[in-house]
Nanobody
Framework: VQLQASGGGLAQAGGSLRLSCVAS????????VGWFRQAPGKERAFVAG??????VYTDSVKGRFTISRDNTKKTAYLQMNNLKPEDTARYLC????????????????????WGQGTLVTVSS
């Protein structure tokens, strides 16, 4: 299983970035995809997740970030608008096991497969 995140970079406050996560995994459509972020000195935190029917966001990004997926391309996206300096972090994508998911977990323990992440830096 491989997950490759891309799309990070430097943005100004109020700007936008779009992250992509390409998965080399069987049954991608039966897995939840999550985006997490980790800022220096802080714990890895849930940002957003998407199953087949649901998407969930942490409160601090609601209304600014949108998660989506294209199962035909085995790719998930995180559109980030109105970026803030506090969004600066390494963003990692992760997937759960192949199963029937009727909810989107936010705990890291549910995600068994992780990519290396992509760095997002937001300047004020």
């Amino acid at each position: 299983v491989q997950l490759q995140a891309s799309g990070g970079g430097l943005a100004q406050a109020g700007g936008s970035l779009r992250l992509s996560c390409v998965a080399s995994v069987r049954a991608f459509n039966r897995r939840v995809v999550g985006w997490f972020r980790q800022a220096p000195g802080k714990e890895r935190a849930f940002v957003a997740g998407i199953s087949g029917a649901h998407d969930v966001y942490t409160d601090s990004v609601k209304g600014r970030f949108t998660i989506s997926r294209d199962n035909t391309k085995k790719t998930a996206y995180l559109q980030m608008n109105n970026l803030k300096p506090e969004d600066t972090a390494r963003y990692l994508c992760a997937t759960t096991a192949d199963d029937v998911w009727d909810y989107v977990p936010s705990a890291r323990a549910y995600y068994g497969y992780w990519g290396q992440g992509t760095l997002v830096t937001v300047s004020s």
